[in-house]
């Protein structure tokens, strides 16, 4: 059973620029959440997709977008990139019920210049 | 507004010795009390977690304490040992809804060999 996995590990954008990052989930999960952690800091809720759909959003603005495929795998996309988007954006998959642990990822950190 | 508030920052204990991190939290809908484990380079790992209906949860040398009417948590780590050495973070959902799980800001101990 393989683990959850994210890519790249890192990346280095500019400012205004766009960035997909990419997340495959643990097997046998079918939820994905995606946080923001910056440095020194506890991660933050970007939101949350169940089975393709969003199922809940934390206090980002809309230019954080995501998806997720039939595979359960995800995207989370950053348009019109901010020096302060610059941060680990780590992704968790569980496997959908209430009370479900959510397994991390190692998390790709993104360099915004 | 934060939500989960821990202390302290940083902590350092001597090998053997009883490591305490303290969390406090606001919003009494809260039914979920994680703790996770972070080392360097890689994402949060659950080490152990709580639930409010009961006030003591112990897994091997990890013990979780939890203050319904203080609305206070806290992690003890007994008989430290260098390989403990990371950064921990309290946090805490409504499992159920979207499940988001809302963190503190971390502790990051170091235990002297």
């Known amino acids: 059973e393989t683990g959850v996995t994210q890519s790249p590990t890192h990346l280095i954008k500019t400012r205004g620029q766009q960035v997909t990052l990419r997340c495959s989930s643990q097997?046998?999960?079918?939820?994905v959440s995606w946080y923001q952690q910056a440095l020194g800091q506890g991660p933050q809720f970007i939101f949350q997709?169940?089975?393709?759909?969003?199922?809940g959003r934390g206090n980002f603005p809309p230019r954080f977008s995501g998806l997720q495929f039939p595979n359960y795998s995800s995207e989370l996309n950053v348009n019109a990139l901010e020096l302060d988007d610059s941060a680990l954006y780590l992704c968790?998959?569980?496997?959908?019920?209430?009370?479900?642990?959510?397994?991390f990822g190692p998390g790709t950190r993104l360099t915004v210049l | 507004q934060q939500q989960v508030k821990q202390s302290p920052q940083s902590l350092i204990v001597q090998k053997g010795g009883i490591s305490i991190i303290n969390c406090a939290y606001e919003?009494?809908?809260?039914?979920?009390f994680p703790w996770y484990q972070q080392f360097p380079g890689k994402g949060p790992a659950l080490l152990i977690a709580?639930?409010?209906?009961?006030s003591e949860k112990k897994e091997g040398r990890f013990t979780i304490s939890f203050n319904k009417s203080a609305k206070q948590f806290s992690l003890h780590i007994m008989d430290s040992q260098p390989g403990d050495s990371a950064t921990y973070f309290c946090?805490?959902?409504?499992?159920?809804?979207?499940?988001?799980?809302?963190f503190g800001k971390g502790t990051r101990l170091h235990i002297l060999p």
């Open positions: 968790a998959s569980s496997e959908g019920g209430a009370m479900d642990e959510q397994f």
């Open positions: 097997s046998g999960h079918n939820t």
């Open positions: 997709y169940y089975r393709e759909e969003e199922n």
């Open positions: 919003n009494t809908a809260f039914d979920y």
């Open positions: 709580i639930r409010p209906d009961v």
């Open positions: 946090a805490a959902s409504v499992q159920g809804r979207d499940d988001k799980i809302i």
